[in-house]
């Protein structure tokens, strides 16, 4: 009895052993020699690899890579900020259980292997800040689990491959700063749990698929600064959680959408230079979360009931910036208590038909840096302000 017991735990113990001996095997046979294959092909200026990536070292222990808790596998691997040079290795396509890879700002160049297809397990994808280029390959649809992929300032070209639809699981999408071309695809609207879309900075042309609006989730769309064209939705309404919407120079028409009040979490709203017409809503009043406001550079027109429209930001404390500038015919005087405004850091007022005279509040605003009032047709004297920038000239 006692000696079959024994004989069990040897069974155990060789088991055991086993296991162990193969998952070491694995990992000396895929993960190290990858690893090192990476470290050969780049430049490591800062020696940051040199003394850790050894083969007397467990992979595990090496600089920037973590191991799963599970398997003695690479699974995280965080090289970021290293100035590390050169291509990406195909080999790192071994790295069969690699959940996250943050490569950001360094200096990888040349476009991405078609090995990294194969690594499934990927859940966060950082190449932001390197020099990429070539195409986003189609295979990026292979990588069905990936919830974050941030690509952002490298020098990508091509189109936003329709195949990125298959990321359905995808909260995070960073493509800002790059020379992607095409249309946003329709297929934006398989994210169903998108929480953030970066595309600004790129040469995209077409209209935004109004279905972008039905994603619930979405917390911030920026397409600032491409080619995008057509009118604006008459109604946003469905994505309630919007906190920052950023439209800016692109070649839209038509006018802000009249219920863009019923976002009501909305931080940030940037309509710059995007060729507006009509007037500004009323509804604007109950964006009392708003930190920045910019609709410069268009053509539109206040209310006359809406002359003091900055007074409904004034008790909130979360108001730090207020944009308003350009061509906007905005016209009549500066609101008395414009100093109930005690966080705003940024005043544009500038070429506007603003008359009267600027209030003395405007001293008490301890935070402003930033105050634009030139171009306007304002009188008296200006005072003493501790202002970092200050344009003030008008025209009589
Ligand atoms: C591993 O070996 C290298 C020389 O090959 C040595 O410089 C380094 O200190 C060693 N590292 C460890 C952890 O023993
Ligand atoms: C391989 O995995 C085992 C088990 O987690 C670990 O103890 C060992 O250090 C690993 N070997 C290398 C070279 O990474
Ligand atoms: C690692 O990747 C290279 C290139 O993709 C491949 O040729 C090689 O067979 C792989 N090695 C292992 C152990 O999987
Ligand atoms: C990657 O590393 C950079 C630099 O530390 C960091 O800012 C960024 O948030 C990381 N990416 C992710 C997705 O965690
Ligand atoms: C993009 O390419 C241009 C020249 O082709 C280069 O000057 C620029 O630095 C590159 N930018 C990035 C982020 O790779
Ligand atoms: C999409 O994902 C499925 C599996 O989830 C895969 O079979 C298919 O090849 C993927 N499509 C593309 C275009 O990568
Ligand atoms: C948005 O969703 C609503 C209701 O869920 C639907 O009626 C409408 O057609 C959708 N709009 C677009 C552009 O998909
Ligand atoms: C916006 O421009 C498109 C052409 O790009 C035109 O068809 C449409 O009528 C314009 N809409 C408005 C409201 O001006
Ligand atoms: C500005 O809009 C008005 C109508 O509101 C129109 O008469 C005028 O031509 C527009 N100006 C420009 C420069 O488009
Ligand atoms: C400001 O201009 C409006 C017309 O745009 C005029 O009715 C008003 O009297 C002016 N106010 C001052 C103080 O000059
Ligand atoms: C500055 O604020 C104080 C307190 O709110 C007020 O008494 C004072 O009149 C304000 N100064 C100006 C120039 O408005």
Redo the contacts with the bound molecule.
């Keep these: 009895m006692t000696k079959f017991h024994f004989l069990l735990s040897d069974l155990m113990f060789i088991r055991n052993f086993m296991v162990s001996y193969a998952m070491i095997v694995r990992n000396l046979t895929t993960d190290q020699p990858a690893l090192l294959a990476f470290k050969h092909q780049i430049i490591d200026p800062q020696n940051i690899l040199a ?2 990536w ?4 467990s992979v595990c222990n090496w600089v920037g890579v973590s191991c799963a808790a599970k398997h003695p596998r690479v699974g995280v691997l965080d090289l970021f900020n290293m100035g590390l040079t050169g291509t990406i290795p195909p080999q790192l396509g071994n790295l069969s259980f690699l959940v996250s890879r943050n490569l950001s700002h360094n200096n990888f160049h040349d476009h991405f292997p078609r090995e990294l297809g194969r690594l499934s397990r990927l859940k966060l994808i950082d190449l932001s800040f390197n020099f990429l280029n070539g195409e986003i390959p189609s295979w990026f649809g292979r990588l069905d689990k990936v919830l974050h992929l941030n690509l952002r300032n490298n020098n990508l070209t091509g189109v936003i491959p329709p195949s990125i639809a298959n990321l359905s699981n995808l909260e995070n999408l960073d493509l800002n700063h790059n020379l992607i071309h095409g249309n946003i695809p329709h297929e934006i609207s398989k994210f169903l749990n998108l929480k953030i879309l970066r595309l600004a900075s790129n040469q995209l042309s077409g209209s935004i698929p109004a279905v972008i609006y039905n994603i619930s989730s979405l917390r911030m769309i920026s397409v600032a600064s491409n080619n995008l064209f057509g009118s604006l939705p008459k109604h946003i309404c469905e994505c309630k959680n919007l906190q920052g919407l950023q439209l800016s120079t692109n070649r839209f028409n038509g006018s802000i959408p009249r219920n863009i009040g019923s976002l009501t979490k909305l931080r940030t709203l940037f309509l710059y230079d995007i060729n507006l017409e009509g007037e500004i809503p009323q509804d604007i009043r109950n964006l009392q979360k708003l930190e920045i406001f910019d609709v410069g550079r268009n053509n539109l027109s206040v209310d006359a009931s809406l002359i003091n429209f900055l007074v409904p930001f004034t008790s909130n404390v979360y108001v730090i910036i207020f944009l308003i500038s350009g061509d906007l015919t905005f016209a009549g005087q500066i609101p008395l208590r414009i100093d109930e405004c005690m966080n705003l850091q940024k005043l544009y007022l500038d070429d506007n038909r603003l008359n009267g005279s600027i209030p003395k509040s405007i001293g008490n605003l301890t935070r402003l840096t930033y105050l634009y009032l030139g171009e306007n047709n304002l009188k008296g004297k200006t005072f003493a302000f501790d202002i970092f920038f200050l344009s003030v000239n008008n025209r009589d």
């Design positions: 003394n850790s050894t083969t007397n070292n």
